[in-house]
């Protein structure tokens, strides 16, 4: 089950989306406020439900694989902490279980809240796209890899409800729930992304059975940047269940 980032939706995923789906079956939700579920609106907890509920319609009691990018990755991590969900592995693609500092966890409430606000007063999708890929955490993507015209499908209510209701200032602290995942968990960050390659030791050191592997050079969309050295770690972690350390 693959999980997307924020302004993505179940189609981005890049060379990586097609060579899991050589390897396993795979199936891919566009998350609420995103594409085909645009209108749908649902905080974190309330995702990671409609998350379990579409695997049980799709593969029934069989254990499934999550793998979630940034937003997905914390909806993924609710999935394994909030629901009962038979999932097998989890791999976290750029991570992040929440603000524990109540007054910056306030403060990102409040940006999010304000970016929505002009988002939803201009509905300018494509200008918020553009700003949104000029900031930092995407510097290394190409132009192809960004996929631009993809987002585009994305509405500026959804995005907007997404980053109210899902927005990192909304989420609630996860961290103190990492030793209780029991899955196998392979958290992937770029090296030269350095809050969320920190998150990812952070989270491989509290997940009873997790590894941190982190892309030399990779920036935050590091599956989309780096697919080659991204799928050769996740490939060969998802196949043969081992543990990969970088």
Request: hydrophobic share 45%; net charge negative; with cysteine.
């Amino acid at each position: 089950m693959l999980l997307h980032g924020f302004t993505q939706t179940a189609r981005l995923w890049g060379s990586v989306g097609e060579w899991l789906a050589e390897a396993h079956t795979t199936v891919a939700l566009d998350l609420p406020g995103h594409a085909g579920s645009d209108s749908v609106r649902a905080d974190l907890p309330t995702t990671a439900s409609l998350v379990a509920e579409a695997v049980r319609a799709t593969v029934g009691s069989e254990p499934c694989d999550l793998l979630g990018y940034s937003l997905g990755a914390r909806v993924a991590l609710h999935v394994v902490t909030e629901t009962d969900l038979d999932v097998g592995r989890v791999v976290f693609i750029g991570v992040h279980p929440g603000i524990e500092d109540a007054e910056q966890r306030e403060r990102r409430k409040g940006a999010d809240d304000a970016t929505a606000a002009v988002l939803e007063a201009s509905g300018d999708v494509g200008a918020f796209v553009d700003s949104w890929l000029a900031g930092p955490l995407f510097e290394r993507l190409s132009d192809d890899a960004a996929a631009r015209s993809e987002r585009l499908r994305n509405s500026a209510t959804g995005l907007a409800s997404s980053l109210r209701l899902c927005g990192t200032g909304t989420q609630a602290p996860l961290w103190d729930r990492l030793p209780s995942v029991r899955q196998p968990v392979l958290a992937l960050a770029g090296s030269d992304d350095q809050r969320f390659a920190a998150n990812a030791l952070r989270v491989a050191r509290l997940v009873p059975s997790a590894v941190a592997t982190l892309v030399p050079g990779g920036g935050h969309a590091v599956h989309l940047a780096q697919p080659d050295l991204t799928w050769r770690v996740l490939g060969h972690w998802l196949d043969l269940g081992q543990d990969v350390q970088g």
